[in-house]
Structure formats: C-alpha cells, structure tokens
C-alpha cells in the first residue's frame, strides 16, 4: 500500500501551534489501519526484520485511542490537544507503534516530527541550541535513558528539563516513550542526594503537554 498524502499540509514553521491541523475527521478506519501496517512494515523492513503488525489484546486498547486521536474525535481517551507519553516494558512495542502512528500525523499535519534517541539529547541541544526545538513537534524515544546531567565547557546541563523550560510556552507537540513511568521519572533525589530523575516541576509540565499511555504485556523480540 502507498503512502497517502492526505493533503492537509502546513507551509511555514509558523504554523506548528495550530492544533486543528493534527486531525483529519473524514479519515476512515479502514484507511487508517493500512497506512499503520504500511508504515509498521517500512520500520520493520529497515531494521532488517520480518513480520508484521500483530493486533492483539496488548495494543488495541492503544490503537483504538491513535485512530481517535488522528481524526479528532471525542471517544479518544487522551487529550488530542496535547503530546503523548507512551509507556510499557522493554520490548513491548512503544517505539514501533508510536513511529507508525506519528508518520500518520505527518501526513495529515505536514510536519515533520523529528525523531531524537533520549541518549542524543543533550549532543542535539549543544549542537543546534535549545532555541532551535522550541516550536518543532518532537519524538523522544526511551526517556529516562539518557544521562540527566551532561557537562559541557564548564556548564552543567540537564537535557530534557532545559528542552522542556524551551518549549513550555509554545505548546508544541511532545510525544514520548518511556520505559520508566511518568511517577519514577518525577523523582528528583534518591536518599543519597543522587539525582534519578526531573523533579516534581518537570513533571508537572509534562502532564500540562502530553496525555498519558501504558502499552501492556512483554517483549515482542
């Protein structure tokens, strides 16, 4: 199946806050399910494996919501004005459905979500500056696996909590997966004084920019 362009495109980075750009209500189920699979098999593909998309009694629940959240509708238990979050175990499939799905929202939206490993955070801010992320739509993969503080020239920086003090303002869309639970990634200290996570702050920012998912069950590899 080819790739659909849906047509609803964006012409300038001026225009990533506008929220209604992100749905296209007459998108059909059917149509839906096979632009997922298509893309599902891309990503596959381009990792050198085989297989396809397994819809079970692990990911419904989660396709269902994506679906609901592409065309707009009420029955989407997230906010489709914000990001997502999506969590689960290692393996459990977060990085593969949330790639297919955000090529879903490119299409309809005409942005481009880029894509950034957790671990190339801080190199990715040192390198373009924090200004450079502060209206773009986001893909975050495995939050909480990055180092929370890197030192660069003397200056101590924390990745993920600068981007987000960058992007608060502007609503820009975040989404996120995360084998640790939002609630593990709120926490600031350990009993040793030993930073494990972004603080009660971050997280409430968080919650103001994304909707919170689990994708259930173990690894799929």
Known sequence: MENINFGNIASTADRYNEWSLWHLDSLSPE??????????????????????????????????????????????????????????????????????????????????????????????????????????????????????????YGRTIRPFEELMSYRYEYGSRLFVTSNFTPERLGQGFDENGKRIGYGSYILDRMKETMSFDVLPGSSRR
């Not at 969590?87 to 939206?109: P, Q, R, V």
């Not at 490993?117 to 209206?135: S, T």
């Not at 180092?147 to 660069?152: G, I, Q």
Request: hydrophobic content about 40%.
């Open 31 to 152: 149509v839906f399910i096979g632009c997922f699979r298509n893309n599902i098999d891309k990503i596959l593909n381009k990792r050198g494996v085989g297989g396809s998309l397994v819809i079970d009694q692990y990911n419904q629940h989660t396709l269902h919501n994506m679906y609901y959240y592409a065309v707009g509708s009420p029955l989407c238990e997230w906010d489709i004005n914000k990001g997502l979050f999506l969590g689960g175990k290692i393996g459990a499939g977060k990085t593969l459905l949330m790639s297919a799905f955000l090529k879903i929202l490119e299409d309809i939206s005409g942005y481009v979500i880029e894509m950034i490993p957790a671990r190339q955070l801080a190199q990715k801010l040192i390198d373009n500056g924090p200004e450079y992320y502060m209206k773009r739509p986001l893909f975050i993969d495995e939050l909480g696996r990055e180092n929370l503080e890197e030192n660069y």
